[in-house]
């Protein structure tokens, strides 16, 4: 009996020093940890996503904005001849533009000079001095030949009056040019001088 009491009060002494409560604080802690390291890897791993969501925003945005810009700069188109002031449009379009157009008919050695001199009709003058292409060039066996458009004021939408003359003679006769063409283009202005010396016989498709 006195032996079983022993046994008895060994068992306990093993139970109470065994505190169940540290062994289940034990138990729990490994699990606590281990939340605690998901969170961190968790918290570690979604800050460079947030930065590459953020570069790749800004990468579009910059992509639109450089887009946009150079959809903007292509639709700016240069001003048309026409737009330009008076002398440049007349010295650098249309005088080499009428010069090629009369090498295609077969006036090779035209000179053009624009220039502002006095109006030159046989028995008219008012002294005054205008802007003036002059044309002309030596025919074989017919001389020289040469015209005049000149324009009554700097601009191309304004009066323009022609003459013709040959050989250095003073121009007889004067007239309207493009008088009834509303709308002044290179073309047209190129095209009209053809008509016109075409009208006098003076190219040599004729």
Do not use: C
């Amino acid at each position: 009996m006195a032996d079983q009491n022993k046994t008895d009060q060994a068992a306990e002494g093993i139970i109470e020093g065994a505190k169940p409560e540290d062994t289940v604080a034990e138990t729990a802690k490994p699990d606590t940890d281990a939340k605690s390291l998901k969170d961190a890897d968790d918290k570690k791993a979604g800050q460079p996503a947030a930065k590459v969501s953020a570069d790749k925003a800004a990468g579009a945005a910059g992509g639109a904005a450089a887009s946009k810009k150079a959809a903007t700069t292509k639709k700016e188109k240069p001003p048309k001849p026409e737009d330009k002031p008076f002398s440049e449009f007349m010295e650098q379009h249309y005088l080499p533009s009428l010069k090629a157009a009369m090498a295609k008919e077969g006036i090779d050695e035209l000179t053009v000079e624009f220039a502002k001199r006095k109006l030159e009709v046989m028995g008219q003058s008012d002294g005054e001095s205008y802007w003036q292409v002059q044309g002309g060039w030596e025919e074989p066996g017919e001389g020289q030949r040469q015209f005049n458009i000149a324009f009554m004021a700097e601009d191309i939408t304004a009066q323009k009056v022609f003459t013709l003359t040959t050989n250095g003679a003073t121009p007889s006769t004067i007239e309207q040019f493009m008088g009834d063409e509303r709308r002044i283009t290179l073309d047209l202005m190129v095209l009209y001088t053809l008509q016109r010396l075409n009208g006098q016989k003076w190219l040599t498709r004729n």
